[in-house]
């Protein structure tokens, strides 16, 4: 009876875990076993480069607006026929008036009901696709780009590329040691892994930031996407309708973490109790349409089993502590992965000593997400509005 008391635990430990691993493993080796063929840069005539409206979610953007603006304007004007718009959603500030003095164009939205980045997103895009636009960037209100980074897309457009998700950096890793992790998390999360899965030749996902849409794409699958997740939700569907993103990984769209406590607790809160939840309503459907023959869909399911690093950790820890041997080697090889995945993020994604210094509080941080459970499980159960994170 006690051996079948600790096997049950073991098994659903394993059941929990191994998902995760075995996607951590094919993304890690694809990325740095498999040769990296960048997205060629092509010249383009003038007269025929994509025309692209660079679209701008804002929500109460005011003290950083105009920054912004001038930053995607000057990489607008490394080329031709493309147009900044700013969608300035239910703002009770001066957003909308500071972008348009930068020199954006401006939609203005106010709905009580339908508060969220993703249903800004649907409006800009339902306003846009009236005129002559072929395709579509997203750019955060808080973040600067790479200066060729408009052309770049243009490129991949030009090359009948109809969705790209360029790569998407932390700005201030200097600014503390959370930042610092957040930034190798993000080398692993947004690179690393986006790599394995271009090599692939899989949906690469969408960041959320930084990410690209053709005509096309949109008009087949509109950007109906509420959750505080929209971005991993559209992408759900984007796949489901036989489209792929692919990673532009030649530039960079940068933002800023937050070095506070409580506005970092707050974003990161949000983002992974939005994932939870997808996992909740999504796992199931994804897991029968696999069965049914979709194979398409398999990365997307495996991506979600793959939970967050830090929780994924905690499983394996908790796996060592079971006296089962064959589960105490399967967390030991896991756990060795996992070390190996990240330092290999910070390799190819040009980190330092500075990088590598800071995995010795990895245990702090993770305990600090630990204590973000009870604010990431109200996110996981219910809609999160559109909430700005200060950042310092």
């Known amino acids: 009876m006690a051996d079948a008391l600790i096997l049950i635990p073991a098994v659903a430990l394993l059941l929990l875990t191994l998902p995760g691993t075995l996607e951590l493993l094919l993304l890690t080796l694809m990325a740095v076993l498999a040769p990296k063929k960048p997205l060629a840069r092509i010249a383009i005539d003038p007269d025929k480069r994509p025309r692209l409206a660079i679209v701008m979610p804002a929500h109460n953007e005011a003290s950083g607006i105009a920054a912004c603006v001038a930053n995607l304007q000057a990489s607008i004007a490394q080329t031709t026929g493309c ?12 957003t909308a008036v500071l ?21 800004a997103l649907d409006y800009a895009f339902r306003t846009l696709l009236a005129e002559d636009f072929d395709g579509f960037i997203v750019v955060d209100a808080d973040s600067r780009v790479d200066a060729d980074m408009v052309l770049a897309f243009q490129q991949a457009f030009a090359q009948g590329i109809d969705a790209a998700q360029c790569r998407y950096r932390i700005a201030n890793p200097e600014a503390s040691l959370r930042a610092r992790l957040n930034y190798i998390a993000w080398l692993a999360f947004n690179e690393l892994r986006l790599q394995g899965r271009e090599q692939l030749k899989v949906s690469v996902g969408i960041l959320g930031n930084g990410f ?75 897991f029968k349409q696999v069965l049914q023959g979709n194979t398409r869909l398999l990365e997307p399911l495996a991506e979600l089993l793959l939970l967050p690093l830090a929780f994924h950790v905690v499983l394996l820890v908790l796996s060592l502590v079971l006296p ?32 590598v210094q800071a995995l010795v509080s990895v245990p702090f941080y993770i305990f ?6 009870p604010k990431l499980w109200r996110n996981a159960r219910q809609d999160a509005h559109w909430q700005r994170t200060d950042r310092e």
């Open 324 to 355: 089962v041997a064959w589960l105490q080697a399967y967390a030991l090889a896991a756990l060795a992965l996992v070390v190996a995945h990240v330092l290999l993020a910070i390799y190819y994604g040009g980190g330092g000593r500075a990088d």
């Open 368 to 373: 600090w997400k630990l204590t973000l459970m």
């Open 212 to 286: 690209a849409l053709s005509r096309a794409v949109l008009t087949a699958v509109p950007y109906e996407a509420g959750s505080i997740a929209e971005d991993m939700e559209y992408h759900l569907r984007l796949v489901e309708a036989g489209f792929a993103m692919r990673f532009l990984d030649t530039v960079t769209v940068y933002s800023d973490a937050p070095n506070q406590g409580d506005n970092a607790a707050v974003q990161r809160s949000r983002w992974e109790g939005g994932r939870f939840r997808l996992i909740r309503e999504h796992v199931p459907s994804l």
């Open 99 to 119: 972008a348009a003095q930068a020199g954006a164009r401006v939609l203005e939205r106010f709905n009580d009901q339908q508060r969220g980045k993703g249903f």
């Open 83 to 94: 147009t900044l718009v700013v969608i300035a959603d239910n703002c009770h500030d001066d």
